[in-house]
Nanobody, 116 residues
Framework: QVQLVESGGGSVQPGGSLRLSCAASGSIFGLYNMGWYRQAPGKRRELVAT???????DYTDSVKGRFTISRDNAKTTLYLQMNSLKPEDTAVYYCNLQIQLGPTYWGQGTQVTVSS
């Protein structure tokens, strides 16, 4: 079993920054991709950014140039640096780990609120 624990959410004014972290633990074998998703009230969960096992990254258009996904050398902690935050970034942010040809795991989510 794999556990994902997010941290770093909070409230910030427009234009501010936050850094989310996701610590992965448990039985992680093989190649896997990790990513961040978010879900705003009344909306579907959407992809924010992903990082493949090889380090390739991808971002949804609305966060390109503002958000940066990264991970530690051990590949067990995933980060999301969020700059120039906007009110429309307000959502619950979820960490995701997808083992290739295997199961997908989710964290419990962390709230990000951008408001003046």
């Amino acid at each position: 079993q794999v556990q994902l624990v997010e941290s770093g959410g909070g409230s910030v004014q427009p234009g501010g920054s936050l850094r989310l972290s996701c610590a992965a633990s448990g039985s992680i074998f093989g190649l896997y991709n990790m990513g961040w998703y978010r879900q705003a009230p009344g909306k579907r969960r959407e992809l924010v950014a992903t990082m493949s096992s090889g380090g390739s990254t991808d971002y949804t258009d609305s966060v390109k140039g503002r958000f940066t996904i990264s991970r530690d050398n051990a590949k067990t902690t995933l980060y999301l640096q969020m700059n120039s935050l906007k009110p429309e970034d307000t959502a619950v942010y979820y960490c995701n780990l997808q083992i290739q040809l295997g199961p997908t795991y989710w964290g419990q989510g962390t709230q990000v609120t951008v408001s003046s």
